[in-house]
């Protein structure tokens, strides 16, 4: 339990660095959750549009109502961002993922330290 815990709150904190920030609410999302008595836990992204961030997405109108407080804060037009979004998508910005492929070796490393002093 303990060696996941910690992988789980190692993973978390990674992703937390990775993520792409504009209000601060995708970051905050990021949280790791206990099951099966701790011996497994899951670190997840609770937006809505996190995997939209992670993976990208492929050509679309979004709604210009959706944009416009991000627009906003970055002084652009919405209806200039949706065109471009309708054209090319968004790039994927991939946070989760890579956080949890940099645990991996070392939380492989401290299950076989944990089982070897069984």
Same mark, same amino acid.
């Given at each position: 339990?303990?060696?996941?815990? @910690?992988?789980?709150?190692?993973? $978390? @904190? =990674?992703?937390? @660095?990775?993520?792409?920030?504009? =209000?601060?609410?995708?970051?905050?999302? #990021? =949280?790791?959750? /206990? #099951?099966?008595?701790?011996?497994? !836990?899951?670190? @997840?992204? !609770?937006?809505?549009?996190? #995997?939209?961030? $992670? /993976?990208?997405?492929?050509?679309? /109108?979004?709604?210009?109502?959706? +944009?416009?407080?991000?627009?906003r804060r970055h002084g652009t037009n919405e209806w200039a961002?949706?065109?471009?979004?309708?054209? &090319?998508? =968004?790039? !994927?910005?991939?946070? +989760?993922?890579?956080?949890?492929?940099?645990?991996?070796? &070392?939380?492989?490393?401290?299950?076989?330290?944990?089982?070897?002093? #069984?």
């Amino acid at each position: 339990r303990r060696v996941v815990a @910690k992988s789980a709150f190692n993973i $978390e @904190k =990674t992703a937390k @660095k990775r993520a792409p920030v504009d =209000t601060g609410r995708l970051r905050s999302s #990021i =949280t790791s959750d /206990f #099951i099966d008595s701790g011996f497994s !836990a899951e670190t @997840k992204a !609770a937006t809505y549009y996190a #995997i939209y961030v $992670e /993976f990208g997405t492929s050509p679309h /109108f979004p709604p210009v109502s959706a +944009l416009r407080g991000w627009a906003r804060r970055h002084g652009t037009n919405e209806w200039a961002v949706a065109r471009g979004i309708a054209r &090319r998508g =968004t790039p !994927a910005q991939p946070f +989760l993922y890579p956080a949890f492929l940099q645990e991996k070796p &070392r939380f492989i490393r401290n299950i076989r330290a944990e089982m070897s002093k #069984i």
